[in-house]
């Protein structure tokens, strides 16, 4: 495992599941929901979805956690999402203010068929420094990244442009062949 | 460059740095506020008597209209126009309760304002602070017209104006416009305009915000200009009858009142005016054409104007009351604005209008005995809407939400320490007095003496005041 390189264990860009700024939220879940199906069963599935840019330059990343949070209202009454726990309310108290606002508005399934008109750039998240990895990186490298950012993937980059994902699970599934081989189990 | 003026950039540079976290400048807000002339030819004035404390220390500040009470130091700050009220201060050999602290306190309470800026504000002592307890200090502060500190050791800071801090500790905030903050400490908050928040952290937290629509046609501020709105057409209305009061220092009161009374000198009365025993009206107060039952008290920035108060009633600072008859034990929270002009607006014994509360109404409005009220009613269906009986409250133990109020905790220990508060206030200004115990206010701020304070009138310093230190 000392030897191994980011690139030696990441998906390339080329086979992970992306889709275009400017399309809509659907149009990335069925996607997203497309992708973990080609991968099967026997290969860790994809937990996110890359935006691309006209010139195919990933400008963002949206995984199962956006999609589900693009679901539920931005406000409630007069308050943001996140603004009454700042105001001290418990988080026990905001799930059943929530609930009671869900049952007095949109059900579920409205919500899903309002995802049409959200867009994807709206949702996504934008690539960020402590994000991003060099392909010729150690992966010991990569553990400590994960770690520190608390982060279940990283983008791995090769002069500067993005070319691959790296994920948690890719590097967990190494690490556990490295124990294994010690152990004398492999 | 004037001392004054580098005075002003000093103030605004140290709030700014505070504040840029939220990338925030103080200065297009407030440079067209205050004259610099207004500055420099206003004097300031305090408080003798032999009930308070005499303890002031004015250094390197300039105090435009400035009123001071008890034991005061201000240093490079720029005061307009403001009252700073240190009458109910935490006395040297007493034990300040305060959560499960009991501490001892070795001096008397002195309010310190250092580097601020406040126009037109009220600031009141009996800091909730037990890391601080005998020093009460706002720095690096600015607040615009008619906010009130109140309790409330401040720090890098800006209230907009008619904003109210109320037993909080605030660190790096921006109030906004016509918010209202109870909630024991905040830190690098930015509170949008129209906020009511009273939180004891663990028992309540009453969370409510104004329509950004209906609080614009009251209240709205941006760079560039005053504050513009029903709550400052309504102020300016009354400009005029203040300026007789503070054109000289002695001024013979044409209204007699009970000798158990305190209405203050720099109170605005308007005939005719009627006041019974153990009633406190605090300067800058108007009434006019009002009546005032006995206990009843009208503090700082009120106004009172063709309403009646039964009786132990408490108007908190910058209250006001139009066209409204309230019958006994009726609490009006700061800044409130009650209207029942053209009509008449009713309260019933015992009600608690929440701090920051609008009643506006078109067509007579009888609000029942035991209410709670809160946000802005101007009918019925808002009164039904934006209340609760207190009753009913005192029933509810996990929280509610109505409207855009939301309310988690207990309702019994949400209005046990509302009336709690409101009877500690009643005290304090001397509404039980009985011709022997019970002094408050009321009777202690009856023969005060004022002595004006005036800056340089040239030169450099021209507009700063000279180091003065006032003591017994």
Redesign the interface.
């Known amino acids: 495992m000392n030897s191994r390189r980011v690139e030696d264990l990441m998906v390339p860009l080329s086979e992970y599941a992306t889709v275009s700024a400017g399309c809509s939220l659907r149009e990335a879940v069925v996607a997203l929901e497309k992708a973990q199906q080609k991968f099967g069963q026997a290969k860790y599935r994809h937990r996110a979805i890359l935006i691309l840019n006209e010139k195919n330059r990933v400008i963002g990343k949206l995984n199962q956690l956006d999609a589900v949070r693009a679901l539920i209202p931005v406000r409630h009454?007069?308050?943001g999402t996140d603004e009454?726990g700042?105001?001290?309310?418990?988080n026990r108290?905001v799930r059943k203010?929530y609930q009671?606002y869900r049952q007095q508005s949109v059900q579920l399934p409205e919500l899903c068929n309002n995802a049409r008109a959200f867009k994807v750039e709206d949702y996504m998240c934008s690539p960020f420094e402590d994000e991003c990895i060099d392909h010729k990186a150690d992966l010991a490298t990569a553990i400590h990244q994960l770690v520190q950012e608390n982060l279940r993937s990283l983008l791995v980059t090769n002069h500067g442009e993005i070319v691959g994902i790296l994920r948690l699970a890719d590097l967990f599934s190494a690490i556990y062949h490295t124990v294994a081989r010690q152990s004398g189990r492999i | 460059m004037k001392e004054l003026l580098k005075l002003y950039r000093r103030i605004v540079q140290r709030v700014n740095i505070n504040l840029r976290e939220f990338n925030f400048d103080v200065e297009p807000l407030i440079c067209d506020l205050v004259s610099f002339d207004e500055l420099e030819k206003v004097h300031g004035f305090y408080a003798i008597t032999s009930q308070h404390p005499l303890d002031f220390q004015f250094r390197d500040s300039n105090l435009a209209g400035s009123y001071f009470l008890g034991k005061c130091r201000t240093t490079n700050s720029i005061l307009y126009k403001s009252d700073i009220r240190g009458d109910e201060w935490k006395k040297k050999g007493t034990v300040f309760y305060i959560g499960d602290f009991q501490i001892p306190l070795t001096k008397d309470e002195g309010i310190h304002i250092e580097d601020s800026l406040f126009i037109k504000t009220l600031v009141h002592n009996f800091s909730h602070d037990p890391e601080t307890p005998e020093r009460f200090t706002i720095s690096n502060t600015v607040s615009a017209h008619y906010a009130n500190i109140h309790g409330s050791p401040t720090d890098g800071t800006f209230l907009e104006p008619f904003s109210t801090i109320d037993l909080t500790t605030v660190n790096d905030c921006i109030i906004g416009a016509f918010s209202y903050i109870q909630?024991g400490e905040i830190n690098h908050?930015h509170i949008k305009p129209g906020t009511v928040?009273v939180?004891s952290?663990g028992t309540f937290?009453f969370?409510y915000?104004y329509?950004a629509d209906v609080l614009h046609r009251y209240i709205r501020f941006y760079p560039g200009s005053p504050p513009q709105g029903i709550f400052v057409e309504f102020v300016n209305k009354y400009k005029e009858a203040f300026e007789r009061v503070f054109e000289t220092v002695k001024i013979k009161s044409a209204f007699a009142v009970p000798p158990n009374t305190s209405l203050d000198r720099f109170a605005a009365i308007i005939p005719k005016i009627s006041i019974k025993d153990n009633v406190l009206v605090a300067q800058r107060a108007l009434l006019q054409n009002s009546s005032l039952g006995r206990g009843a008290n009208v503090q700082e920035n009120c106004f009172i104007i063709n309403s009646n108060l039964a009786g132990y009633n408490v108007t908190a600072h910058g209250a006001k009351l139009i066209d409204v008859d309230m019958e006994e034990m009726v609490f009006v929270g700061f800044n409130s604005f009650l209207s029942g002009q053209g009509c008449r607006l009713t309260i019933g014994r015992d009600s608690i209008i929440m701090p920051h509360t609008i009643i506006d109404i078109q067509k007579p409005l009888h609000i029942p005995a035991g209410s709670l009220v809160w946000g802005v009613v101007t009918c019925e269906d808002e009164l039904a809407a934006n209340s609760i009986s207190l009753k009913v409250l005192r029933q509810l133990e996990d929280?509610f939400?109505r409207?855009?109020l939301?309310f988690?905790g207990s309702g019994n220990q949400f209005v046990s320490a509302f009336q709690s508060r409101i009877q500690h206030i009643l005290d304090a200004n001397g509404a039980f007095y009985d011709g022997e115990d019970n002094k408050g206010h009321a009777q202690k701020n009856q023969n005060i003496s004022f002595n004006i304070i005036q800056p340089y009138s040239e030169g450099s310093k021209k507009g700063i005041y000279p180091t003065i230190i006032i003591r017994k």
């Open positions: 009454g007069n308050y009454l700042c105001f001290g309310f418990s108290f203010l009671h | 909630a908050f928040w939180r952290a937290n969370l915000r329509p929280g939400c409207g855009n939301v988690e």
